[in-house]
């Protein structure tokens, strides 16, 4: 039962200036705001008030909540307690005292109300079962999207004509899908936990207590700047309009340079100086506006530039360099993405150009990052400017007496022999001169594919040692000849017999025990017409290329020493008669002798060979806990529940 006494409203508030108001808060809930009373701050009001109401709604004993008057102000009683008088401090602009009081009376009421419902047994459970409902819905909304992300690409891959294992080779749309999707997680799960929040008092009461706390450390002044104080809050804020400014610029200057290219016709390389000056324009002017509305001064960035001036003068001085040679090789455009170069011994293909530093990928497939002052000032080779013809040079030494029209036909046949030797310009055999041990040639074959040269190298020495031997064409050895006085032949002689007594040298026994064997001279010579040894050791042919032979490979995989293929469960799906791709990497590592690169090259292989794919078409080969099945397994239905 409420009763009333205080003061009639029809008396006009008199208007009061504002001050500050601190909040009366039940369970994460605001109700009012109260201010200062003499001696008394707004803080310390409202968390006597906060007490009080606390204690009241963890009982379960009635509350009679009366209105009174005290020294000519309306007062709040909770039985015999006294919750708050209405100060003049706390009258709305509209009101007077005693409405103010009767309507915060009100609220206080059913705030309680709530706050005993809200404890009971009966709420407790129905809000459990309402957060297990949402935690559910939550959980099948996130496996939604990840499925989505996943399908969507197969789906389009398929409807395009395009093989399944195509959808994996994640194009610049499907990582933008990703992306999304998983930004949509997120908030899916953000709004899962506001939801728990706001359905019990303590959670409730908890994310305003973090809210408070987090807001009041960020709004705290760290420092004054003409005449204002900022705070974190607002540091941020700078960082987030810079942020988006880059990012809106960005896309513009992109979408500009497409626009362009496709009126214009000209390549992209072409459009990038004039995308490069109107990115950073836009940026300068886009930072202006934001420090102005930010409430900075722009005539103390005259001071800044002063420092920054002398810093470019001591410490930032390779920082500017690099960033201005950076715009000139923009415009200049001596090197460019995807060209290969030469720096010194550094060789690769250039992958990005920045405004500091260009990105060199190299053929042991590590990035460099490259200041862009040292491809202006030192010599640079770029086996891509113009176009990607390179020329190679193989030195070749043959023994003297051999047929040099022997010679010509069998480096020519070695050259003819590789793919990836240009017809056009043809190869040439060219006499360098007469060495001391050999007859010098040179063999200059034509390629397209600088980044590969090193790897042509190597096969064309192959295919050349092959074609010599055919030919019957000795390699020579460095000789000497010795000139021996008469008078010591004799004493020359005997000590070679010496030298090829036979001596016993111990070699190691993986058993343990000592192993002697007899040497006796020199190793034997490699004789080509025999097919003899060269120092005992007998060359070894290059290892087979990893996709050679795919019906003998496919018939081991499937053999009974092949891959483990079996019925395979993951989450609430089986999938019968597969393997997973880490344990397949790791046997074509064991059987073929492999490195893991050429094993998930080998395994991409067969996909695109349409022998294996991944079970759901969602993923090309991998390294790792993905399902895959041979074609030859396929079932009517792949996918038990």
Same mark, same amino acid.
């Given at each position: ?82 919750? @708050? ?58 496996? @939604? ?11 389009? %891959?398929?409807? #395009?004509?395009?093989? %399944? ?41 908890? #994310? ?11 709004? %705290? ?400 080969? #991998? ?19």
């Amino acid at each position: 039962m409420l009763t009333l006494a205080g003061r009639g409203s029809a008396q006009e508030p008199t208007p009061l200036p504002l001050t500050d108001k601190a909040p009366v808060v039940l369970d994460g809930r605001v109700l009012f705001e109260v201010g200062e009373s003499g001696t008394w701050s707004a803080e310390q009001r409202a968390r006597e008030i906060n007490r009080i109401l606390r204690a009241a709604a963890a009982t379960s004993e009635p509350v009679n909540l009366t209105l009174a008057e005290h020294d000519s102000f309306p007062t709040i009683r909770m039985g015999d307690w006294h919750l @708050l008088t209405v100060m003049d401090s706390d009258v709305l602009p509209g009101m007077d005292g005693g409405e103010q009081a009767q309507r915060w009376l009100q609220t206080v009421e059913a705030a309680l109300r709530q706050a005993r419902v809200e404890r009971s047994a009966a709420y407790v459970g129905a809000a459990s079962l309402r957060v297990t409902a949402a935690f559910v819905l939550a959980v099948l909304l996130h496996w @939604l999207l990840g499925r989505i992300s996943r399908r969507v690409p197969v789906l389009l %891959a398929r409807r #395009r004509g395009q093989p %399944a294992h195509a959808a994996g080779m994640e194009p610049a749309w499907h990582l933008a899908l990703q992306l999304a999707c998983v930004a949509m997680q997120a908030v899916v799960w953000i709004a899962a936990l506001l939801y728990l929040a706001d359905q019990f008092p303590l959670a409730r009461q908890l #994310r305003y207590d973090t809210n408070v706390l987090v807001g009041g450390s960020l709004r %705290a002044a760290l420092f004054m700047m003409n005449e204002r104080s900022y705070s974190a809050l607002d540091i941020l804020w700078l960082i987030g309009a810079v942020a988006v400014l880059w990012i809106v610029v960005s896309l513009f200057t992109r979408l500009l340079s497409s626009r362009l290219q496709r009126a214009t016709g000209a390549t992209r390389g072409a459009l990038q100086p004039m995308a490069t000056l109107v990115r950073y324009g836009l940026l300068f002017v886009g930072l202006i506006v934001i420090l102005q509305a930010a409430g900075l001064n722009l005539s103390s960035l005259a001071i800044f530039a002063s420092v920054l001036g002398v810093g470019i003068g001591f410490g930032l001085q390779s920082i500017a360099n690099n960033f201005v040679s950076g715009i000139i090789i923009s415009f200049e455009r001596p090197v460019r993405p995807g060209d290969f170069v030469s720096l010194g011994d550094l060789h690769g293909t250039v992958q990005s150009i920045g405004a500091r530093s260009t990105i060199v990928r190299t053929l042991d497939r590590v990035s460099i990052v490259v200041p862009n002052s040292r491809l202006l000032e030192n010599q640079v080779v770029n086996w891509s400017y113009g176009d990607d013809l390179v020329r190679l040079h193989l030195p070749v030494g043959v023994a003297y007496g051999s047929d040099i029209q022997a010679l010509r036909g069998a480096l020519l046949e070695a050259a003819r022999s590789d793919p990836r030797v240009l017809a056009d310009p043809r190869a040439e055999v060219r006499f360098i001169g007469f060495g001391d041990s050999a007859l010098s040639f040179e063999l200059l074959v034509w390629s397209n594919d600088p980044p590969g040269q090193e790897l042509l190298k190597s096969d064309l020495h192959y295919q050349i040692e092959a074609s010599l031997r055919r030919a019957g064409i000795e390699i020579p050895f460095p000789q000497r000849t010795l000139h021996i006085p008469a008078g010591e032949v004799a004493t020359v002689l005997e000590r070679l017999k010496d030298g090829r007594a036979l001596e016993e040298v111990e070699l190691y026994d993986p058993s343990g025990a000592p192993t002697v064997v007899r040497h006796a001279g020199p190793p034997a010579q490699h004789s080509p017409s025999t097919g003899g040894t060269l120092g005992g050791h007998v060359p070894t042919a290059p290892p087979p290329a990893p996709g050679a032979d795919l019906g003998a490979l496919i018939a081991q995989m499937r053999g009974p020493d092949g891959l483990a293929i079996a019925d395979r469960r993951h989450l609430l799906s089986v999938y019968p008669r597969c393997f997973v791709g880490a344990h397949a990497v790791e046997w074509l590592m064991r059987a073929r002798d492999l490195t893991r690169d050429e094993a998930v090259r080998l395994g991409q292989t067969l996909v695109e060979r349409g022998v294996i794919h991944h079970v759901l078409d969602e993923h090309p080969f #991998r390294d790792g806990n993905f399902f895959y099945r041979f074609y030859t397994d396929e079932a009517v239905e792949i996918v038990k529940p």
